[in-house]
């Protein structure tokens, strides 16, 4: 019984909570977040975002656009968004796009696939490491989820 271990500090390895089925949960999950590389925002101008996954909600149309959309002030020169990534044992680049909604046409994002092309947008600037690790490689994620990436846009 000892050897199948607790569901204390289940992310954790070093634990002594580790056993057989803590170490099948971690990869159960490693397979779900390999399923497809994906990047979430984290704040906008320090001021945190929530998810907007909510299980069993139907996604439809430009739904995104009241849930995943930001209010900026005109006047501002420049946005500062925090994200991380995920869905990869090794991120090799990072960019960030970034568009008003009024600025693309309709068919342009459906809110449930990338983009069709990157008309419209514009690319914005990253500050800090542009490449990293996954939370599930062997060393961790790195950086570390506190160090998150942040981009900034020259709104214009």
């Known amino acids: 019984k000892k050897q199948l271990g607790t569901s204390l500090d289940v992310m954790n390895r070093a ?7 803590s170490r099948n949960v971690r990869l159960a999950l490693l397979a779900l977040d390999l399923v497809e590389p994906y990047v979430a925002p984290v704040s906008v ?7 907007d996954l909510v299980p069993l909600a139907p996604r439809e149309g430009r739904q995104c656009q009241a849930t ?18 995920g869905g990869a044992l090794t991120i090799n680049q990072t960019e960030v796009w970034y568009a008003k909604w009024t600025d693309l046409p309709m068919d342009q994002i ?17 500050i800090g490491p542009t490449n990293g690790t996954g939370v599930f490689s062997a060393g961790g994620s790195l950086p570390r989820p506190k160090e998150f990436h942040h981009g900034s846009g020259a709104l214009g």
């Open 45 to 51: 101008n320090d001021v945190p975002v929530s998810d």
């Open 68 to 85: 995943r959309s930001f209010i900026v002030a005109q006047n501002s020169k420049k946005v500062d968004i925090s994200f991380t990534v």
């Open 110 to 126: 459906d809110c449930l696939s990338q983009p069709k092309n990157l008309e419209g947008f514009t690319k914005g600037t990253i």
């Open 15 to 21: 634990t002594s909570g580790n056993g057989h089925v």
